[in-house]
């Protein structure tokens, strides 16, 4: 003897099996990503990888004292957090002396500041092409590369850059 009703949930089985094998098709929810640095301790980074190269060498070119003047006014609104009006002052620099290294590296670290982190690497990698290739202008260029690296998630391209910024430092001869 059939009941009626047994009838009407045969359909809904398959339904019902489809709905649960679906859902344990479903993928894993993804691990929430590590809190990445702020942009200030990636500049602080930065920073202390120029202070920490100890080269032998650390080429000063001379500079137009213009271009100092809005350099030190730039750190200014930078340390205020007024980080537009630094960039017009390094921008208005670098109008005036398009090729300064220490400039363009000013402007990378500002443009980290700004989450402008495409550009920060281009102008590192501009900075570090018109450099001396030495000493901690140097170690910034390529600190400055490890960190947009990192933020972007590319271990690799960061591990390159970090090797990079070691070749940075040329040591004294040894004298006994």
Known sequence: MSF???RVFRPAVPVALAALLAACAQPAPEAPKPPSK???AMV???QAAGERDKSVINVHPLVDPGITALQEAARNDERNGQFDAAAAKLDQALKRSPDS???LQDR???AIYMDNFDQAEKLA???WSLGSRQGPL???NWQTVVEV???AGDQAGAAAASKSVGECREAGVQRF
Request: charged share 25%.
């Open 4 to 6: 009626p009703s047994s």
């Open 38 to 40: 702020s942009n200030a």
């Open 149 to 151: 690296r990192l933020h």
């Open 101 to 103: 290294p220490d400039v």
């Open 108 to 110: 990378a670290e500002l």
């Open 44 to 46: 602080a980074e930065i």
């Open 138 to 140: 140097c170690a910034r």
């Open 125 to 127: 990698r501009q900075s």
